[in-house]
């Protein structure tokens, strides 16, 4: 059975403070990794996806990478609005659902 | 901008009301997802759509009904709810179940059941 944890639970940065997040996998067969950003009382927003490991994707100051077993994202220099729940899901070349990590709320001070 | 398009966005409703929350997508995507999300937990799978047929059904209790009139649309018939049914319903879709591609979420309906 597809198995995500997400470590920390809770992330509080100051602003301009680089961190990661981490998202570990146990998949039979993945199709895809995938990262989305929850605004609280909102839809999960799309971000990024990775197919295999050594992939990297970056959108403005967040990059995800990927190896076998896990996926990190980097938040770099973050800012207040990068304050969300960061949610990470898998899917398997046998299964038809995404299966979601229980995220990593992060809030960033001024 | 999301291109998946959720109505209403918050609803209450008694235990006896029977009432239907509503999606839309324009993206030619032929998998439909509805799914339930309580507070500070990750989104829950109720139902799949694959090209308009009924695919998976997670044990959800009979008193919420899936229907996906065509490609572009699907429902969420509710019935008898009970207050613990209270949650944000997100409404996605994807490419095909068979597809690499990611979902698309919809901004969600705010259900409260009294």
């Known amino acids: 059975e597809d198995q995500v944890t997400q470590s920390p639970e809770a992330l509080r940065l100051q602003e301009g403070e680089s961190s990661s997040l981490n998202c570990s996998y146990t998949?039979?067969?993945?199709?895809?990794l995938f990262w989305y950003r929850q605004d609280p009382g909102k839809g999960p927003e799309f971000l990024f996806t990775l197919y295999s490991a050594g992939e990297e994707k970056e959108k403005e100051r967040l990059k995800a990478t990927l190896t076998k077993k896990e996926s990190f994202l980097h938040i770099t220099a973050p800012k207040p609005e990068d304050s969300a729940t960061y949610l990470c899901a898998v899917r398997d070349n046998y299964g038809q659902n995404f299966v979601f990590g229980p995220g990593t709320r992060l809030s960033v001070l001024p | 901008d999301t291109e998946v398009t959720q109505t209403p966005k918050h609803l209450v409703m008694g235990m006896t009301n029977k009432k239907s929350l509503k999606c839309e997508q324009h993206m030619g995507h032929r998998a439909m997802y509805w799914y339930k999300q309580k507070a500070k937990k990750p989104p829950e799978l109720m139902f799949v759509?694959?090209?308009?047929?009924?695919?998976i059904n997670e044990s959800v209790p009979s008193r919420f009904s899936p229907e996906c009139p065509n490609s572009s649309l699907l429902n969420l018939h509710l019935h008898a709810l009970q207050p613990e049914d209270s949650a944000l319903y997100l409404c996605?879709?994807?490419?095909?179940?068979?597809?690499?591609?990611?979902?698309?979420f919809g901004e969600g309906s705010r259900l409260t059941v009294l």
């Open positions: 759509y694959s090209y308009e047929k009924l695919s």
């Open positions: 998949v039979s067969g993945l199709r895809g």
């Open positions: 996605a879709s994807s490419q095909s179940t068979g597809s690499a591609g990611e979902l698309f």
